[in-house]
């Protein structure tokens, strides 16, 4: 046979390289539809362009690796959008009314969780204790499945002495692993008042936090 002739497997070899090729564009299209009808209820085009955009950035890179859960991934992505939309009060409003009224408090909580850097926070400080990825995105996942367990939000107009009741309960009843406190503009003093005396009364968690000029994390651990 001819050297410029194919043979009959080079023939059955290219066909079949080029139905896979078409199969997993056509996966690939279905695969962005379906994100795009995900999202579709945002209705804003450019909003719906920013949350697009945050798949593509280092941080989505991490929580993209650690989150796996559909809707988590989701309101993880409009949390990012969220921090990006700060400084647009209209957009950012919006956005935060749509997600709520989709998703509910839990939801939207989960969104100003990633917004304000927490989980990725969590996430820095659990993984060097945490020997499997699947370990990890467990821990995550669950602590945002149960957002009102396990983060506190504190609120300008909170009183310190009754979050402090509130807190103490939950470390008494619940006995978790971690407790979260987050505070912004005048509730980050309230809670670093509230740190300093859930640290005086219990000596079997210790804090650690993470600040700016206006807010603050507070990550409460159970000793070992």
Same mark, same amino acid.
């Given at each position: 046979?001819?050297?410029? *002739?194919? #043979?009959?497997?080079?023939?059955?070899?290219?066909?079949?390289?080029?139905?896979?090729?078409?199969?997993? $564009? &056509?996966?690939?299209?279905?695969?962005?539809?379906?994100?795009?009808?995900?999202?579709?209820?945002?209705?804003?085009?450019?909003?719906?362009?920013?949350?697009?955009? =945050?798949?593509?950035?280092?941080?989505?890179?991490?929580?993209?690796?650690?989150?796996?859960?559909?809707?988590?991934?989701?309101?993880? =992505?409009?949390?990012?959008?969220?921090?990006? %939309?700060?400084?647009? =009060?209209?957009?950012?409003?919006?956005?935060?009314?749509?997600?709520?009224?989709?998703?509910?408090?839990?939801?939207?909580?989960?969104? $100003?969780?990633? =917004?304000?850097?927490?989980?990725?926070?969590? *996430?820095?400080?659990?993984?060097?204790?945490?020997?499997?990825?699947?370990?990890?995105?467990?821990?995550?996942?669950?602590? %945002?499945?149960?957002?009102?367990?396990?983060?506190?939000?504190?609120?300008?107009?909170? &009183?310190?002495?009754?979050?402090?009741?509130?807190?103490?309960?939950?470390?008494?009843?619940?006995?978790?692993?971690?407790?979260?406190?987050?505070?912004?503009?005048?509730?980050?003093?309230?809670?670093?008042?509230?740190?300093? &005396?859930?640290?005086?009364?219990?000596?079997?968690?210790?804090? #650690? #936090?993470?600040?700016?000029? *206006?807010?603050?994390?507070?990550?409460?651990?159970? %000793?070992?």
């Amino acid at each position: 046979m001819s050297d410029d *002739i194919p #043979s009959n497997s080079d023939v059955l070899a290219g066909i079949t390289k080029g139905l896979l090729e078409h199969a997993e $564009e &056509k996966a690939m299209a279905w695969v962005e539809r379906f994100r795009n009808h995900e999202i579709i209820f945002i209705e804003d085009p450019c909003t719906i362009d920013r949350v697009k955009r =945050q798949r593509k950035g280092p941080e989505w890179k991490m929580l993209g690796e650690v989150i796996k859960d559909r809707k988590l991934r989701l309101l993880a =992505q409009m949390g990012l959008t969220l921090r990006e %939309l700060e400084n647009d =009060q209209e957009k950012t409003r919006s956005l935060r009314s749509k997600i709520h009224h989709r998703y509910g408090r839990d939801g939207l909580h989960i969104a $100003e969780a990633v =917004q304000n850097n927490i989980i990725s926070n969590f *996430i820095g400080l659990e993984s060097p204790y945490i020997g499997e990825p699947v370990d990890l995105t467990n821990r995550v996942e669950k602590l %945002l499945n149960d957002i009102e367990k396990y983060i506190v939000f504190i609120g300008p107009d909170d &009183k310190g002495d009754v979050l402090v009741r509130r807190v103490s309960i939950r470390l008494d009843a619940d006995v978790p692993d971690t407790l979260i406190l987050f505070g912004a503009y005048k509730a980050k003093r309230v809670a670093i008042s509230v740190r300093s &005396k859930i640290e005086k009364a219990f000596s079997s968690y210790a804090t #650690s #936090s993470v600040e700016t000029k *206006i807010k603050i994390i507070i990550f409460i651990n159970k %000793l070992n």
